[in-house]
């Protein structure tokens, strides 16, 4: 049971928590596909958005980069906080564009992004290509623990299906017949590599929680 001193909305930290985790994100669509994902996982702990000032990620890992935005989110709320950092590594382009995915074209717009990547792309055969993520779980105590995930297909020659997010319409996912954009939310949150971290560092959100 979360204590509260008043009531929390989509985007509000509650106050006085005892079982809480603030997800540091701005993305309330990122906020609804987690909780989607963690379910029961967490055993009761509610997540809740973040309305906080938003880091400078400059790490050079994605596992970096999620601490950076889960120790930003704990200074600013007091609370234990959730963060991930993802992006798409293609083996043609020596891992590229990585941790620069979302701002690969210089305007963070998806569609400038997979534009720039088709391009690149132009020619090449070998198109194998994996969705990384890194989970992160910070604590006001110091804690700090990192999942990461990958989630193995290719690339694509051109957009397929509008769902999902992201590269999703060009990225064919191994454990599918369809791209990632064209699978459902259900068949999604069961395959990707933000539920695979997540789900991954769920265990030690619920032992912290435990052991207070």
């Given at each position: 049971?979360?204590?509260?001193?008043?009531?929390?909305?989509?985007?509000?930290?509650?106050?006085?928590?005892?079982?809480?985790?603030v997800?540091?994100?701005?993305?309330?669509?990122?906020?609804?596909?987690l909780?989607?994902i963690?379910?029961?996982?967490?055993g009761g702990v509610?997540l809740v958005?973040?309305?906080?000032?938003?880091p400078?990620e400059?790490?050079?890992?994605y596992?970096?980069?999620?601490?950076?935005?889960?120790?930003?989110?704990?200074?600013h709320?007091?609370?234990?906080?959730?963060?991930?950092?993802s992006?798409?590594?293609?083996?043609?382009?020596?891992?590229?564009?990585g941790?620069?995915?979302?701002?690969?074209?210089?305007t963070?717009v998806?569609?400038?992004?997979?534009d720039l990547?088709?391009?690149?792309?132009?020619?090449?055969?070998?198109?194998?290509?994996a969705?990384?993520c890194?989970?992160?779980?910070?604590?006001?105590?110091?804690t700090?623990h990192?999942?990461e995930?990958?989630w193995?297909?290719?690339?694509?020659t051109?957009?397929?299906?509008?769902g999902?997010?992201?590269?999703?319409p060009?990225?064919?996912?191994?454990?599918a017949?369809?791209?990632?954009a064209?699978?459902?939310?259900?068949?999604?949150?069961?395959?990707?590599?933000?539920?695979?971290?997540?789900?991954?560092?769920?265990?030690?959100?619920?032992?912290?929680?435990?052991a207070?």
């Open positions: 049971m979360t204590k509260r001193t008043e009531a929390a909305g989509p985007g509000q930290v509650v106050s006085e928590p005892e079982r809480t985790v997800l540091a994100t701005h993305n309330q669509g990122k906020v609804v596909e909780r989607e963690l379910g029961e996982a967490l509610e958005g973040y309305d906080g000032p938003e400078v400059d790490g050079d890992t596992a970096a980069n999620a601490l950076i935005k889960a120790r930003a989110a704990v200074a709320t007091g609370l234990p906080a959730l963060a991930d950092d992006g798409i590594a293609v083996d043609a382009l020596g891992g590229a564009p941790i620069h995915s979302a701002r690969y074209a210089g963070r998806d569609a400038d992004n997979i990547l088709l391009r690149n792309l132009e020619g090449v055969v070998e198109r194998s290509a969705f990384v890194a989970a992160a779980f910070v604590t006001p105590d110091g700090e990192v999942v995930a990958v193995n297909g290719e690339v694509l051109s957009r397929r299906g509008t999902g997010h992201g590269y999703d060009v990225f064919q996912p191994d454990d017949d369809r791209s990632s064209e699978l459902t939310r259900a068949e999604k949150n069961a395959l990707s590599h933000r539920s695979k971290a997540f789900r991954g560092i769920a265990p030690v959100v619920r032992e912290w929680f435990a207070r």
